[in-house]
Structures are given as C-alpha cells and as structure tokens.
C-alpha cells in the first residue's frame, strides 16, 4: 500500500523578506526553492512520485531546477521554481527523515564552505578578535569552540522547521489539512542565544557573529568593528569566472554597517563562492553566478534602466557621445574597478534585446547609483569617487539627458493565486499542470518582455523586480498566463498582485514587507481576491494606495488599463503643443482632498459621496474646463471632458471582487496614481 506525504520548509518570510539587497531577495528564494529540491530528491530516488507541484511528465521529471538537484539538467537554473512545501505518493516504508536530513546536510554544507572561504577564524583568533568565553559560561558541550564558532554552529544547525506528516490518503481528501495540523505542535523552537548579544544588522531576531557588546565598552566597540574589518579584508569582491580567486574589496559585499548572523552570512556571500566551490555543493553553477560574477540589479539601476535605455539605446549619436564622455568622467574619477561594472553581465539579454545596443556598453552596465546626483553623493562619501570629483560630475550627468532626469523609483511585483489549496482539494493534477504551465512562463514575461529580474517563480507565486515603466505591463501579462495556463485544464482560477512602486533609497526589507501586505491584505482580503493593489513609498511615506478588481469593464477598459490610458493622456496635456486634454495635476489633487473632505471616512474607512453618478461626472466635467489653459469651450471639448471625468470617476470609486460598493464609494488615490505614472515621480 502506497502512503501519501505532506512535507514542508520553513521559515520562508523571515529568510526572504529580511534582505537589504537584491541580491539578498534571489539568494534567499534560491536556496529556500533549491532545499524543497533537495527533498524532493530523496522521494525521487526512492521511487516515489511528487504529486505537487507538477514536475512530471510521465515519469520524466520536467523541473529544470530538480533535475539539476538530480543530476540531470541539461540547463544551469538560476531562479527557484520549487515551492517550500510538497505533496508526495511513497511507499509505506519510506522514511520521510530521509528527506529532512538531506536539507540539513546539504544547507550545512554550504554553510560550511561559506565559513571556511569567508569567516578567517585563525586570523581573528590570532589578533584576539574573536570573545571567549570565561570558565563559568563555557558550554560543556561547545568542545572548546569560541563563541563565534559556537553562534555559528548553533545558528545554522537550528534554523530550519522541517516539518512532514505521512499515511494512507483519506478518501475526502482530508490529507489536505495534515500539515496544517502538525504545525499546531509547533516542536521546533529556535533556542534562545546562550550568550547575550547585538543584533544581526540583517535578520535582528538573531546574533551577529563577533559575540562583543558594543553598549559595554568602547574596548569591545573597537573591537566589535574590528572583527568585521578583518571579515571584510578577507571578503572577495569579485570572482572572475573560473579563474582563481581574486580577494578585493569586501566592503562591496559586507558595508561598514553591517555586522551579520551566520544564516544571513551565508545568505549574503555564498553567491561569491568559487564556481568550483558552488559546483561541489550544488551539483551544477547557476547561469546568472557565472554570467555576473553574483551580481544583481540594485535598486537604483532598476529604477534608472527606463532612462538608461532612452539616453542610450534611442540617442542620437551626440547624446551617445556625452554617455561615453561621463564614462571617462568617472574613470578620471577614480571610481572603484568592482563600483563600476558591478552591473556588468546582469542585464545581458535585455540590453542585447533593445534596439541600438547590440553589446554591453560600459556606460549601461555602471552602478546605479551613479546615475543619480544624490548617488554620486554617496558613492564619494563610501569612498568610491574622489570627494572634489562629485559637482562636476554631477553637472556632466545633467548634460546627458537636458530634458528630463532619471525616476527614482522601481517596482516590487507579488503575485499569488487565489484559493489554490481549495483547487488542488478537488483537481490536484490538474492544477499542478496548469501551475507548472504558468510557472515556466514567468522568466520570460519578466526578464525578456519586461526587463526586470524574475526572483521566484515557484507554482502560482511570483516575486520580481522590475522598472517603473513596466511594472503594471508584466502584472497584466502574468495575470492573462496564469488564467490561460488555468483555461487549458478547464480551471477557473484567478490571481492577485500587489505592485509596490518605491524609492529606491527606502530599505529593501520595508518595500517587501509592504508588498507581502499589500498583496495579502488589501488585494486579497480587503477587496476579495481576483484583485491588484498598488501603493507609491516616497522617502517621507506612504504617497498613496489604490486596489481595484481585474475585470471590472469600463468602457470596455479594466481599471488598471483605465489607470494606464489616463497616464498617457496626462503625459499629452502636459505638452503645451498637444494641450487638447484639460487634465491636470491640480485637478487630481483635488479630487482627492476637496472631494474626500464632502465625503468624510466612516468606521470602515470608507468614503460615501451620497451623490449620484452621473452628477458626479457632470461636476468633474465642469472642473476640468475650469482650466484656463483650455482656451474656448465648445462642445468637443465639454464632450472630452465628460469622458475624461467618467474614466476618472470609474478609478475613483471601489472596485471590489465580492459584493459590488455602491457607486458613489469613493477609492480617491486613483487620480493621484494616474499623475505618478506619468510624471514617473520626478518633480519637473
């Protein structure tokens, strides 16, 4: 008799979402999904059979990523496709341990190797680094560690709650709830430290690695900031493809702020491994590793592609000059060698895709931050350009491009599907196909059709980095993959998403936060799922959040797509040649604080005009020609506005999933988002 097992890895948020790079978000969603693999593996060779996620066609396994975890890829994959949790048909002697040992080995492994290239334990034990404890605080069984080494072992060992429940399928399907179940047990409890400690700067629910407590001393405070000194200098910056190792400048993978545990460690620089080293481990080297020497997209260079494309890719040839003139300025700048091309190789198939760039010019590869005056700023005060270089270089960059600057902001996308677990429930093999369908489809939609960075792509969830211009595009390609990966197995599925537009000097592990709520809180639970949501974070704070349904029609137009046309037609009022369309920032603006003070927030937060519709429309009509740039109003005009102030209206209001609002509940921060997509942020 075959049994059925549940199996699952966690914590997925804590080690996800508390990252402070980009890099940090693809390495944590790429070991997460690379440790389910390595389970799944265990079942595989014991000839059992993985149920979901659908990575079998037969009995040929079709998952890029397992198949390399079993030695059979033809493909070096790169982005974790594996869920944290699997289903599985085994035998009824299988040992489901089998599969919680291999994750700890292989993690430990890693870990391992980590510590060996990275942590230089003598050298620190050498300069009286590294806190030993006294008599009385020895841990009998550390075997003589110092607590570095003992922080080290205890961090890696327990972070993992690998949970699994296994036995005869019920006939209801029953199974279902087994993991739910077991996790009300909740065995695995992270030790507290037996050491007190400062906070990891990455993951402050553990220590960081030094053991000294800066508030007890300033002894212990040098000492503290010596210890991770010492851990930088021996930090590479750069491996250069499968040459030898090449230490450099560690303070671009570990900066002067940071002081880490030994998961968020591992977390940071195993993607600076050898390549011999990854092979060990992994089996294989993952594309991106190799092609970009472990780097990913900053948040600034995400923000500043749209830019980098039009001064360069759509120049003319004088434009082009003065990119390759501010190269020669930052060179001349001492700008660091690893500063400079840290984007190198990252963005190689987009850039060999845009039309005008048929290679990899140095000027759109540099660090994002250099295409910023405030980045430029920075990168001398980290001591990257020569502090008298920064004016000149600010006005030689302002030369580039005299009609406009590059927008600050970038996109975080979060997509998830609605009532999967309830799917699966009745059609499991049919959703896993339609979810394996859809999931290898992702990385396409993203990197090559969008040009952003695909961080996870792992049944119906997806997480991706994309630029301003092109963050609501992908939602909607992704949005139409997922339902027609749904309508081929005569599904009825639908997906949420929630876009977090932010400024890129916002922290990392904030924007995730914000769109883990955004997606769970506003487009699933607030709106009724079936939904995208989407908020603007400027430095100051939340600008503004809007959520609306996918498939409410406005003049056969959703509202997303309404939100988008809008945009455009600000984008052409704004043109004083082209100024037919009275729309206007004030306007918006208005619509949001004159027209939310007549409708105050109720208990709910609602806003209710008690006005209808069509009066409503008619008003926002008569202010629109209100303009005095409009010039005489005649009956073309009035007409435009009526149409514009009932596209207006029909993102202004709710728009929800479930039970319809009534029509004149007012959702006021359409208007404000349709001004941000089209001036993309920038004060002109």
């Not at 005060?381 to 000149?392: D, I």
């Not at 609501?472 to 339902?483: D, E, M, P, S, V």
């Amino acid at each position: 008799m075959t049994h059925i097992l549940h199996f699952t890895i966690s914590p997925v948020q804590t080690f996800i979402g508390q990252s402070r790079r980009t890099r940090d978000l693809w390495s944590s969603s790429f070991l997460l999904s690379w440790l389910s693999g390595v389970a799944m593996a265990q079942v595989h060779k014991s000839g059992g059979r993985i149920l979901f996620p659908s990575v079998l066609d037969g009995d040929a396994i079709t998952d890029d990523l397992l198949r390399a975890i079993l030695g059979n890829a033809d493909k070096a994959p790169f982005i974790g496709t594996l869920p944290n949790r699997f289903k599985a048909e085994v035998a009824a002697d299988f040992d489901p341990s089998k599969c919680s040992d291999a994750v700890h080995t292989k993690w430990g492994e890693l870990a391992t190797l980590v510590r060996q290239r990275f942590l230089p334990l003598t050298a620190l034990k050498d300069k009286n680094l590294i806190f030993v404890p006294s008599k009385k605080q020895k841990n009998p069984n550390a075997q003589n560690k110092t607590l570095t080494e003992s922080l080290w072992d205890q961090q890696v060992a327990n972070f993992w709650d690998v949970q699994w429940v296994k036995g005869v399928a019920p006939a209801d399907g029953g199974d279902a709830r087994w993991l739910d179940r077991r996790k009300n047990w909740r065995q695995h409890i992270q030790p507290d430290q037996q050491e007190p400690g400062d906070a990891c700067s990455l993951m402050p629910g553990s220590v960081e690695l030094s053991g000294h407590i800066r508030s007890r001393s300033q002894e212990l405070r040098k000492k503290q900031d010596d210890f991770w000194a010492a851990v930088r200098d021996h930090v590479p910056g750069v491996h250069h493809g499968q040459g030898p190792r090449n230490p450099g400048p560690g303070r671009l993978n570990l900066r002067d702020d940071e002081r880490l545990c030994a998961v968020a460690f591992v977390k940071r620089l195993w993607p600076k491994l050898h390549p011999d080293d990854i092979k060990e481990v992994l089996g294989w080297v993952p594309d991106r590793i190799t092609q970009s020497a472990g780097n990913w997209p900053s948040t600034a260079y995400m923000a500043a592609l749209p830019w980098i494309k039009k001064v360069y890719a759509e120049a003319d040839p004088a434009r082009r000059a003065r990119c390759d003139a501010y190269v020669d300025a930052l060179n001349a700048a001492r700008v660091h060698p690893s500063a400079a091309k840290t984007q190198e190789g990252l963005f190689s198939e987009t850039l060999n895709q845009i039309e005008g760039i048929e290679a990899r010019p140095y000027f759109c590869t540099l660090d994002g931050q250099l295409f910023y005056e405030d980045g430029l700023q920075a990168a001398a005060k980290e001591g990257l350009l020569a502090p008298n270089s920064v004016l000149p270089l600010q006005k030689q960059l302002a030369k580039i491009d005299p009609d406009g600057k590059p927008s600050p902001f970038y996109a975080v996308l979060r997509m998830d599907g609605d009532n999967v677990g309830k799917l699966i429930g009745r059609e499991a093999g049919a959703v896993s196909r339609a979810l394996s369908d859809f999931a290898g489809k992702v990385q396409r939609i993203v990197d090559t059709e969008h040009h952003g960075a695909a961080l996870y792509a792992g049944g119906d969830d997806v997480l991706a980095l994309l630029p301003l211009d092109d963050a609501i595009g992908c939602a909607q390609a992704l949005r139409h993959a997922y339902q027609e990966a749904m309508h081929r197995q005569q599904l009825d599925g639908t997906i949420s998403a929630g876009i977090v537009f932010a400024h890129y000097h916002l922290p990392l592990s904030f924007v995730m936060a914000e769109s883990s709520r955004l997606l769970d809180d506003i487009a699933k639970t607030e709106n009724g799922r079936n939904s995208v949501a989407v908020t603007v974070h400027k430095p100051g704070g939340q600008h503004l959040q809007w959520v609306a349904c996918w498939d409410a029609a406005v003049d056969q137009l959703a509202p997303l797509a309404t939100v988008l046309d809008l945009a455009g037609k600000f984008r052409t009022g704004q043109d004083a040649a082209k100024r037919d369309v009275p729309l206007s920032s004030g306007f918006l603006y208005r619509i949001r604080e004159r027209w939310g003070d007549l409708a105050p927030r109720d208990l709910q937060g609602q806003r209710e005009l008690g006005i209808p519709q069509q009066e409503v429309e008619q008003l926002w009509a008569a202010d629109l020609l209100s303009n005095r740039d409009l010039g005489e109003v005649n009956d073309d005009s009035r007409a435009t506005a009526l149409a514009l102030a009932s596209q207006l209206f029909a993102i202004s209001r709710d728009n929800r999933a479930t039970t319809p609002a009534p029509p004149t509940l007012l959702a006021e921060d359409g208007g404000l988002l349709v001004r941000f997509l089209a001036t993309k942020g920038v004060q002109r």
